[in-house]
């Protein structure tokens, strides 16, 4: 089964730090551009960060300079180092990936989401 699943989150104090990882798993052929979202209580999801399959990235203005977006690609995985932690990054964190795929001896390519993680900072 072809999925995306985020760990890494947690209770941490403001001024902390958290990193987050977003694991391919299943028949992956490749990982193509892979976001991180949140969504705090009551609030849209927004995108926090983006890296495309070269490296490119891209940060929301609220946390540039404090967040930092990876990748492995021999590992499937997608990493968010969050320092300097504020109260409001509080939020579930998700991660959003477009996967190329095999099944049944062809390839495909699909968005797929997280199941999300939770990240609590507590001023």
Request: charged letters at 20%; hydrophobic letters at 35%; aromatic letters at 10%.
């Amino acid at each position: 089964q072809v999925q995306l699943v985020e760990s890494g989150g947690g209770l941490v104090q403001a001024g902390g730090s958290l990193r987050l990882s977003c694991a391919a798993s299943g028949s992956i052929a490749s990982i193509n551009a892979v976001g991180w979202y949140r969504q705090a209580p009551g609030k849209e999801r927004e995108l926090v960060a983006r890296i495309t399959i070269g490296g490119r990235t891209i940060y929301a203005d609220s946390v540039e300079g404090r967040f930092i977006i990876s990748r492995d690609n021999a590992k499937k995985t997608v990493y968010l180092q969050m320092n300097s932690l504020k109260s409001e990054d509080t939020a579930v964190y998700y991660c959003n990936g477009d996967l190329i795929y095999y099944r049944s001896g062809s390839i495909y390519t699909d968005t797929y989401w997280g199941q999300g993680t939770q990240v609590t900072v507590s001023a």
